[in-house]
């Protein structure tokens, strides 16, 4: 079975939080729910990753890396 690793990155706050390891449904449903928060105003955004074979931190400059961010909305 396919897993996915979403990455969710709030523009405003410059906070990233990563769902790894969703299955399509958990995949589909994220990608919904963020949608309609981007349509209701919020800058955020989903972006597929792939996480290299040996796990390592997981780092974009400019942002902190939070759990968490959907509750704020």
Request: aromatic share 6%; hydrophobic share 35%.
């Amino acid at each position: 079975m396919m897993k996915y690793n979403q990455l969710l990155i709030d523009e405003d706050h410059k906070t990233i939080e990563l769902f790894k390891g969703l299955s399509e449904q958990e995949d589909l449903m994220l990608t919904k729910k963020v949608t309609s928060l981007i349509k209701q105003g919020q800058n955020i955004r989903l972006q597929v990753v792939a996480r290299d074979k040996d796990e390592k931190d997981l780092y974009l400059e400019g942002y902190t890396l939070v759990e968490g961010i959907l509750d704020n909305f």
